[in-house]
């Protein structure tokens, strides 16, 4: 937008987001909320600063509401493309965000870890013993891993077969481990049964190991052991496969003795039903659930994940708490971060909407992940959902995976779209 | 002068208030595309920021069918009725 005298002339979200610098100013953006009144703006506290989080509290923050985001972290390790960097096609530098652009927009920032929460007197209770008072509260804790649920893998067993399944330390882990792996080394990974995070994650893992291998260590093999019978794309990975890494990669399914039931991390042992594996380097995705402060909550079910209303996204066990992310049930929608973005600004809306003391309307989400089975060889599956007997349920006729004949150009072009969307979301999350 | 004020309530149906709530799916657009003028998408997804609300549906629609030569959109349009994309390419071209 340009003015007579060629400069730019502010647009109407950069006059609110220069109006929206602090909380108490943000709150002069739009008419005080409900509940505001003599006690002040609506406040919103939102724990977790991922995908879902951030861009929850963002979204908030832009429509006027006085928001805290709880997170302890100052920089975020997102977990998309972090298969590449396991497998050297990339530096894990491109992985890392902070929250300043979120800063900028008014979203208070509390560096700390939430310990508890006091629904009944709407507080959040932080690790320094601080309070957080709160109107309505988004939960987006993510994951954290089952260390109770197999057999010789806790905590400790991590480092010697790390998960890499949360980026970061234990993503740079598993590269050095693959890295100082012989030629001619077995390679062998550990996959549960679902529901966990990225449901195609394991795969395009398996897939860009199998291509640093080929590359670097072509005399070496790798092991998938897997705890189902059928997974995500499963058509399209198997043919790539076969096309780019013939007789590189074994997959054991569930039926033919591929669930780990122990592990014995001194000896670098896979005990499956059917028999021993022994690894040169092993990577053991572990069951999962939703994270802690979620169980502290008291919003997760038996299950360990968190039941919520499809149209608000409020908890079905606890009055005035969401829950978005990972962590949520979220019916037919997978443990994405795309999913995570369209649940966050869905539920933005409906927190806004019922601050106003109004109904929200009906949300619909869109989820798309893309996969790379090699670097210019990309595969997607996609998903379009609407609130349907009290869940998120797929559109019918809409979403599936890429076509299983397509030419290369076609997975080159996906193979771009995936990077292209990487860099947009994290813009709008992060920048 | 009648007819100014009908054009003018068109052309308000058409076009959502500024501040209006995104209709249904709408936002979920903007985790791959920009939509907001000045804004880019990266890379090799277009960016919608700037395309009027009539280029929009008409796309959408060709994707419907398998026209336009969709990688995911085809798979994604499918999941809107024309009412739903067209309230969506309203809410787009509206982005300020």
Avoid at chain 1, 370 to 379: C, F, K, Q
Wanted: with cysteine; net charge positive.
């Amino acid at each position: 937008m340009k003015g007579k005298t060629g400069r730019p002339v502010p647009g109407r979200r950069t006059v609110l987001r220069t109006l929206a610098l602090g909380a108490a100013a943000a709150a002069l953006a739009r008419p005080a909320l409900a509940r505001g009144g003599p006690a002040g703006p609506a406040r919103v506290v939102v724990v977790g600063g991922g995908f879902a989080g951030t861009a929850c509290a963002r979204a908030l923050a832009r429509s006027g509401v006085a928001v805290t985001l709880v997170e302890p972290s100052p920089v975020f390790t997102a977990c998309p493309f972090s298969n590449a960097v396991i497998a050297g096609l990339r530096g894990i530098e491109g992985q890392r965000f902070g929250y300043d652009g979120v800063r900028r927009d008014g979203v208070a920032v509390a560096y700390r870890a939430a310990s508890r929460v006091d629904a009944e007197n709407r507080r959040v209770i932080l690790d320094d013993g601080s309070a957080l008072e709160y109107d309505r509260l988004v939960m987006a804790p993510g994951i954290d891993m089952r260390f109770d649920a197999l057999p010789g893998y806790d905590a400790a067993a991590a480092e010697a077969m790390p998960h890499a399944w949360k980026a970061g330390e234990q993503t740079l882990l598993l590269r050095r481990k693959l890295e100082a792996m012989e030629d001619g080394g077995v390679f062998v990974m550990a996959v549960p049964a679902n529901p966990y995070r990225c449901p195609p994650g394991p795969y395009e893992r398996a897939s860009l190991i199998a291509h640093y291998l080929k590359t670097r260590k072509p005399r070496s093999k790798l092991l998938v052991l897997d705890a189902k019978d059928a997974f995500s794309k499963q058509r399209l990975f198997q043919a790539a496969w076969q096309a780019l890494y013939p007789g590189l990669i074994e997959w054991i399914p569930l039926s033919e003795g591929g669930k780990v039931t122990e592990v014995d991390p001194g000896t670098g042992t896979l005990v499956t039903e059917f028999g021993e594996h022994r690894a040169d380097v092993a990577n053991v995705i572990p069951p999962q659930r939703a994270g802690s402060i979620a169980i502290a909550a008291g919003v997760a079910d038996r299950t360990g994940w968190c039941p919520i209303d499809p149209v608000t996204f409020e908890s079905r066990l606890q009055p005035n708490i969401h829950v978005i992310g990972d962590a949520a049930i979220a019916g037919g929608m997978p443990k994405s971060a795309f999913a995570a973005n369209a649940q966050a600004k869905a539920c933005a809306a409906a927190v806004e909407t019922l601050l106003r003391g109004e109904a929200p309307a009906p949300p619909k989400l869109i989820n798309t992940c893309y996969s790379l089975v090699a670097p210019d060889y990309g595969i997607s599956v996609a998903g379009v959902y609407a609130p349907a007997k009290g869940l998120l349920a797929d559109v019918e006729g809409a979403g599936g995976v890429s076509p299983a004949e397509a030419p290369a150009s076609f997975r080159t072009r996906e193979a771009a779209h995936a990077q292209a969307w990487f860099d947009t979301v994290t813009a709008e999350t992060f920048g | 002068m009648r007819t100014a004020i009908a054009m003018g309530l068109v052309l308000l149906a058409g076009a959502p208030a500024a501040g209006a709530p995104a209709p249904a799916g709408a936002e979920a657009c903007t985790g791959c595309h920009a939509v907001r003028p000045g804004q880019n998408s990266a890379g090799s997804i277009p960016s919608l920021a700037g395309r009027s609300a009539g280029d929009i549906t008409s796309a959408m629609l060709a994707f419907r069918t398998g026209k336009g030569d969709p990688t995911v959109m085809d798979r994604i349009a499918k999941g809107f009725d024309e009412a739903e994309i067209r309230a969506i390419a309203d809410w787009i071209a509206g982005q300020r």
